[in-house]
C-alpha cells in the first residue's frame, strides 16, 4: 500500500508542475540599466555630469553626538520583566540592563572608531548620493596579483561586520590560505545604511543597489571582479550578475534565495515523497521536512519583515530615538538568527559569538548614523517594483553557495541549482548562522577561496 501512496503523490507533483509552471508563471524580462536619480530634489538635466571624484574619509563622530547618547541611557525606562523567561518573548531585560551599565561605563567609542578607521574609507557620487565604500589593497609581491572581491552586507548589519574576515582574504598566507588567494576587498555599505547617504526618492531596492555598485567597481577602474554576500547582500550581489554578467567573474553566497514558484513548489513535493527523484541529500531531508516546521520558525521570526515591508517609518521614529530600543531591535537578531536555541538562554547566547564591544558597535554605527528607518525601508522597497521577479531568474554566471547549518531556512543544493544553473560549488558548512562574516570569519574566508580556486581552475580549462 505504501510504494501505492508514494506513487501516487509522485503522479499529482508532476501533474501539478506540467499545469502550472508555464501557464501561471511569465518569465520575467532581463534586467536592464535604468537612469536613476537619488538625490534630493530634482534630477539634474542631462548635461549636468556628475562629480566622479572619489575622496578619502575618516569615521569622526562629535563629542555633541556622544554626550546625547550616555544622556539618553541614563534616563532609559525599563519594563518588568515576566518570570521563567528567557529570550523566547524578545530581548530579555536583565540582560539589557547588563549591557546598557556596560555601555554607560566601560565601553569606548573613540577605540572603536580607531578600529573601523584601521581599514582606509572614502565616498563618492553615484546617482546623486554618496556612496561610502572601504577599500583593502594587499600587499603585493613583485609579479604577484591580487583578485577583486566585492562584499556586501545585509540588514542589521553592515562594513564592520567584514573586518574579523578582511584580513584573511588580502593576507591568505597569515591565515591558512597561499599566496595564489590573495584578494583586493572592496566593501560599500549600502545606500540608507550606516554611512551612505540615505536615498532620498522611494524605489530604492536590490537591483537598484546592485546597479550602483556595479557604477562603483566600474568608477575603481575594476573590468571584472567577483563578488559575494549574505542577506540582502546576497540578492544585490545576484541582481548584479544579472544586470552585467559579463564583469562577473563568479558570485558566492551565505544565504542564496530561491524564489516559490510552481517548480519550486514540485520539487519541494516531490522531495517529501521521493527525496533523490528531487535531488535531495540525506542530510537535506531533515533540514526541508517537515515543512510546516519550516513555516512555523518563519511565523515566529519573520514579524520583523512584516512591519519594515509594510510601515518602516512608523516603528523607524521610536528606534531611531531610543539607544537600547535600537539595540533590543538588533540584537536580538544577533542572538535568534546565530542560532534559534539561544532563545532558551538568558543572554540570548550572545557573548559566546560575539564581544559586548562588537555588538555594541554594530548598533552605534546606525545610531550613529541615524540610518536604521532608512536601512528598513529596503524590505517595502521588494515589493514594489521588480525586486521580487529576481529571484525566480536564472543566474548565469560561476556560482558558489556555503549553506551553514543555523541560517534562517536551508535551500538544498538542487534547488538551488534550479536558479544558478551554472553552479560550481556548494558546501554544507559544519557550524554558524545568519551573520557568518562576523561568527565565523575563517570558514567563510576559507570557503571563497575554495570557490574562487574552482572558477579560475575551469576559466584555465577552457582556454
Not at 17 to 37: H, I, K, M, R, W
Not at 183 to 212: C, L, N, R, T, W
Not at 306 to 327: C, E, R
Request: hydrophobic letters at 40%; proline letters at 6%.
Amino acid at each position: 500500500m505504501g510504494w501505492k501512496l508514494t506513487t501516487f503523490f509522485v503522479v499529482v507533483a508532476v501533474a501539478i508542475a506540467v499545469l502550472f509552471s508555464g501557464v501561471l508563471e511569465t518569465p520575467p524580462e532581463p534586467l536592464e540599466f535604468q537612469d536613476n536619480y537619488w538625490g534630493r530634489g530634482a534630477k539634474p538635466s542631462p548635461d549636468t555630469k556628475e562629480d566622479e571624484k572619489v575622496y578619502g574619509i575618516i569615521v569622526n563622530v562629535s563629542d555633541s553626538a556622544i554626550a546625547d547618547l550616555k544622556n539618553r541611557l541614563l534616563s532609559t525606562r525599563f519594563f518588568e520583566a515576566l518570570e521563567d523567561v528567557q529570550f523566547q518573548y524578545g530581548f530579555h531585560r536583565d540582560y539589557m540592563i547588563d549591557l546598557v551599565n556596560y555601555w554607560k561605563t566601560q565601553y569606548d567609542w573613540r577605540k572603536q572608531e580607531a578600529y573601523l578607521n584601521t581599514f582606509l574609507h572614502y565616498k563618492t557620487k553615484i546617482e546623486g548620493i554618496d556612496v561610502h565604500f572601504i577599500r583593502v589593497k594587499p600587499k603585493l609581491k613583485p609579479g604577484q596579483t591580487a583578485k577583486p572581491l566585492l562584499l556586501v552586507h545585509g540588514w542589521p548589519g553592515s562594513v564592520f561586520e567584514f573586518y574579523k574576515m578582511i584580513p584573511m582574504l588580502v593576507d591568505p598566507t597569515s591565515h591558512g590560505g597561499s599566496e595564489d588567494d590573495v584578494f583586493e576587498v572592496i566593501a560599500p555599505s549600502i545606500p540608507g545604511y550606516g554611512f551612505s547617504e540615505v536615498p532620498h526618492k522611494k524605489g530604492f531596492d536590490q537591483i537598484a543597489a546592485g546597479q550602483m555598485f556595479l557604477k562603483l567597481m566600474e568608477r575603481l577602474g575594476f573590468e571584472k571582479f567577483y563578488v559575494q554576500g549574505g542577506d540582502w547582500g546576497a540578492l544585490i550581489t545576484r541582481s548584479m550578475a544579472l544586470l552585467k554578467p559579463s564583469v562577473i567573474k563568479g558570485l558566492h553566497m551565505n544565504m542564496p534565495t530561491v524564489k516559490f514558484s510552481a517548480v519550486y513548489g514540485f520539487y519541494l513535493m516531490l522531495g517529501s515523497v521521493a527525496p533523490s527523484l528531487a535531488g535531495l541529500k540525506e542530510e537535506d531531508y531533515d533540514k526541508v521536512y517537515p515543512a510546516s516546521r519550516q513555516l512555523f520558525f518563519t511565523l515566529q521570526e519573520s514579524g520583523y519583515y512584516h512591519l519594515q515591508a509594510s510601515k518602516p517609518d512608523t516603528v523607524g521614529f521610536a528606534l531611531n530615538d531610543s539607544p537600547v530600543g535600537l539595540a533590543a531591535y538588533i540584537l536580538e537578531k544577533f542572538s535568534t538568527w546565530t542560532n534559534p536555541a539561544n532563545r532558551d538562554l538568558s543572554d540570548g547566547g550572545l557573548e559566546k559569538y560575539y564581544t559586548k564591544d562588537d555588538m555594541l558597535t554594530s548598533v552605534m554605527i546606525y545610531w550613529l548614523t541615524g540610518t536604521i528607518t532608512s536601512s528598513m525601508r529596503f524590505y517595502k522597497e521588494e515589493f514594489a517594483g521588480k525586486a521580487m521577479e529576481t529571484n525566480r531568474m536564472q543566474v548565469t554566471v560561476p556560482t558558489g553557495i556555503a549553506s551553514f547549518p543555523h541560517e534562517l531556512g536551508h535551500n538544498p543544493e538542487a534547488f538551488c541549482r534550479l536558479f544558478h544553473p551554472n553552479l560550481v560549488h556548494y558546501t554544507l558548512m559544519p557550524d554558524g548562522g545568519h551573520f557568518a562574516a562576523k561568527e565565523k570569519p575563517a570558514l567563510l574566508a576559507e570557503d571563497i577561496r575554495t570557490f574562487v580556486k574552482k572558477v579560475e581552475s575551469l576559466k584555465s580549462k577552457d582556454e
